[in-house]
C-alpha cells in the first residue's frame, strides 16, 4: 500500500517552511511597508518592484483550466528541471534512497540524483524502447522511492505503454513520476486525468516544447495535493517571477495558436521521417510521438560533422544505449526541414 508518509522524508514533513511577506499578509492595503521592497519603483517603464506571488494562483487558474486539474493539484517549478530536483529533495533520503530510470532517457533524472546523492539504478528500456517490467520487478527495493518514466521518451521519441505504466503504478509503493514534456505531440492520452485513481503518481509537463516558451522557463508538476504540498513547503519562496507569470498568463489564451503549432509540427515530422527513409545514409527512422526524429545513419559522428559544416546542429546520441549511430533531430520551420534533407542529401552525393 502507497503511503506518502513513509515516502517523504522526516527532515522534510516536519521542516517549518519559510514565511514571505507575501505569505503572511493577504488582505488588502494601500501600503507595502512589510517586504523591504523598493517603493520608488524600478528603473523600467513597468515597474517589477514588488516580490511576485509565490503561490502563482492567477497562472495556476489559467492551467486548471486548459487541463481540467485542480490548482492545488499543480506545481509550478523554473522549468520541469526545478520539479525534478525537488522530488529529490522532498522524498530520497541522501546516501540512502535509490530511484529507478530506464535508459536511453532523459539526463537530468540521474544528474539531479547525483547532485542529491541519491543512487540511480538503470533499467535498459528493450530494443523497441519499452519496458522491461520483468527487470524492473528484480530491481524494486525497499529503498526504492521514485521510478522515472518519460512518455514520450527522449531521445528516443516514442510513448511508452499505458498498460504497463499502470501496472507499475498499481504495484509500485513510491512514486511513479511520468514525465510528458513532449505529451502534445502524441496521440497518447495524458495522465494527467487519472491523477485521482494513482495517489503515487507525478506527472511533469512544462511550457517549454509545445507551448514554444522554453526561454520563459516554466515546468509544471501534477500530483496529489499533498505531493504537491511538500514541492511547495521545499521550493524556494519566490521561484516564479513576475515577468514570466505575466507572460504566462498572456500565452496560456492561447491554445488555438499553440495546437496549429503542434498539428503542423506533427505532419512535418512524418514529412521529414518519409523523406529521410528514402536517402541511402538513413538507416532507420523510429517511430515518434514526440517533436524530434530518433534517425539511425550509416555513420553518425560523420553525418552529424558534414550537418555541422552546413550550419546545422543536431544531437548526436551515438554514444548513448540502444542508439548506435544515431542522431536525434528536433522538426523545424519548413525552410529548415528542406535545408536539413537537402544536406544530408549533399553527403550522399559529395560520397559518390
Ligand atoms: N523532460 C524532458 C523529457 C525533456 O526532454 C526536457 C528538456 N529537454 C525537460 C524535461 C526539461 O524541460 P524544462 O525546459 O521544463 O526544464
Same mark, same amino acid.
Given at each position: +500500500?502507497?503511503? $506518502?508518509?513513509?515516502?517523504?522524508?522526516?527532515?522534510?514533513?516536519?521542516?517549518?517552511?519559510?514565511?514571505?511577506?507575501? =505569505?503572511?499578509?493577504?488582505?488588502?492595503?494601500?501600503?507595502?511597508?512589510?517586504?523591504?521592497?523598493?517603493?520608488?519603483?524600478?528603473?523600467?517603464?513597468?515597474?517589477?518592484? !514588488?516580490?511576485?506571488?509565490?503561490?502563482?494562483?492567477?497562472?495556476?487558474?489559467?492551467?486548471?483550466?486548459?487541463?481540467?486539474? %485542480?490548482? @492545488?493539484?499543480?506545481?509550478?517549478?523554473?522549468?520541469?528541471?526545478?520539479?525534478?530536483?525537488?522530488?529529490?529533495?522532498?522524498?530520497? /533520503? %541522501?546516501?540512502?534512497?535509490?530511484?529507478?530510470?530506464?535508459?536511453?532517457?532523459?539526463?537530468? *533524472?540521474?544528474?539531479?540524483?547525483?547532485?542529491?546523492?541519491?543512487?540511480?539504478?538503470?533499467?535498459?528500456?528493450?530494443? =523497441?524502447?519499452?519496458?522491461? $517490467?520483468?527487470?524492473?520487478? /528484480?530491481?524494486?527495493?525497499?529503498?526504492?522511492?521514485? &521510478?522515472?518514466?518519460?512518455?514520450?521518451?527522449?531521445?528516443?521519441?516514442?510513448?511508452? /505503454?499505458?498498460?504497463?505504466?499502470?501496472?507499475?503504478?498499481?504495484?509500485?509503493?513510491?512514486?511513479?513520476?511520468?514525465?510528458?514534456?513532449?505529451?502534445?505531440?502524441?496521440?497518447?492520452?495524458?495522465?494527467?486525468?487519472?491523477?485521482?485513481? *494513482?495517489?503515487?503518481?507525478?506527472? $511533469?509537463?512544462?511550457?517549454?516544447?509545445?507551448?514554444?516558451?522554453?526561454?520563459? !522557463?516554466?515546468? +509544471?508538476?501534477?500530483?496529489?495535493?499533498?505531493? &504537491?504540498?511538500?514541492?511547495?513547503?521545499?521550493?524556494? %519562496?519566490?521561484?516564479?517571477?513576475? #515577468?514570466?507569470?505575466?507572460?504566462?498568463?498572456?500565452?496560456?489564451?492561447?491554445?488555438?495558436?499553440?495546437?496549429? +503549432?503542434? !498539428?503542423?509540427?506533427?505532419?512535418?515530422?512524418?514529412?521529414?521521417?518519409?523523406?529521410?527513409? $528514402?536517402?541511402?545514409?538513413?538507416?532507420?527512422?523510429? #517511430?515518434?510521438?514526440?517533436?524530434?526524429?530518433?534517425?539511425?545513419?550509416?555513420?553518425?559522428?560523420?553525418?552529424?560533422?558534414?550537418?555541422? +559544416?552546413?550550419?546545422?546542429?543536431? !544531437?548526436?546520441?551515438?554514444?548513448? &544505449?540502444?542508439?548506435?549511430?544515431?542522431?536525434? &533531430?528536433?522538426?523545424?520551420?519548413?525552410?529548415?526541414?528542406?535545408?536539413?534533407? @537537402?544536406?544530408?542529401?549533399? *553527403?550522399?552525393?559529395?560520397?559518390?
Amino acid at each position: +500500500m502507497f503511503d $506518502l508518509n513513509t515516502i517523504v522524508r522526516r527532515n522534510i514533513r516536519d521542516l517549518k517552511p519559510y514565511s514571505s511577506a507575501r =505569505d503572511e499578509f493577504k488582505g488588502e492595503a494601500n501600503i507595502f511597508l512589510d517586504a523591504n521592497e523598493n517603493s520608488l519603483g524600478s528603473p523600467l517603464v513597468k515597474w517589477y518592484n !514588488r516580490y511576485p506571488d509565490p503561490l502563482q494562483l492567477k497562472v495556476k487558474e489559467k492551467i486548471s483550466f486548459v487541463k481540467q486539474v %485542480p490548482t @492545488d493539484h499543480i506545481f509550478l517549478g523554473n522549468g520541469s528541471d526545478e520539479a525534478i530536483d525537488l522530488l529529490y529533495r522532498c522524498f530520497c /533520503e %541522501p546516501g540512502i534512497d535509490e530511484v529507478i530510470v530506464f535508459p536511453p532517457t532523459y539526463g537530468m *533524472y540521474e544528474v539531479s540524483a547525483n547532485i542529491n546523492n541519491i543512487k540511480t539504478v538503470k533499467i535498459s528500456l528493450t530494443k =523497441d524502447f519499452q519496458l522491461d $517490467l520483468p527487470s524492473l520487478e /528484480e530491481a524494486i527495493k525497499p529503498s526504492t522511492k521514485i &521510478i522515472w518514466i518519460c512518455s514520450p521518451n527522449n531521445p528516443s521519441g516514442n510513448a511508452i /505503454e499505458r498498460e504497463d505504466i499502470e501496472m507499475i503504478l498499481n504495484n509500485f509503493d513510491g512514486l511513479v513520476v511520468v514525465d510528458e514534456a513532449y505529451v502534445n505531440f502524441s496521440k497518447h492520452q495524458s495522465f494527467i486525468n487519472v491523477l485521482n485513481e *494513482y495517489p503515487n503518481l507525478v506527472v $511533469l509537463q512544462t511550457l517549454s516544447k509545445a507551448w514554444g516558451l522554453a526561454g520563459l !522557463r516554466l515546468g +509544471m508538476a501534477f500530483a496529489s495535493t499533498e505531493i &504537491i504540498g511538500y514541492l511547495n513547503k521545499v521550493k524556494p %519562496p519566490y521561484n516564479i517571477s513576475e #515577468p514570466v507569470q505575466e507572460l504566462a498568463l498572456t500565452a496560456l489564451d492561447e491554445v488555438g495558436q499553440v495546437n496549429d +503549432m503542434i !498539428r503542423e509540427l506533427v505532419s512535418s515530422r512524418e514529412l521529414v521521417k518519409t523523406e529521410l527513409l $528514402l536517402l541511402s545514409e538513413v538507416l532507420e527512422v523510429y #517511430p515518434s510521438d514526440a517533436n524530434f526524429l530518433l534517425v539511425k545513419f550509416k555513420d553518425a559522428k560523420a553525418m552529424y560533422e558534414h550537418l555541422i +559544416m552546413n550550419g546545422i546542429v543536431v !544531437r548526436d546520441r551515438s554514444n548513448v &544505449i540502444l542508439c548506435d549511430e544515431c542522431l536525434r &533531430i528536433t522538426i523545424g520551420t519548413e525552410q529548415e526541414n528542406a535545408v536539413l534533407l @537537402d544536406s544530408i542529401k549533399s *553527403y550522399s552525393i559529395n560520397l559518390k
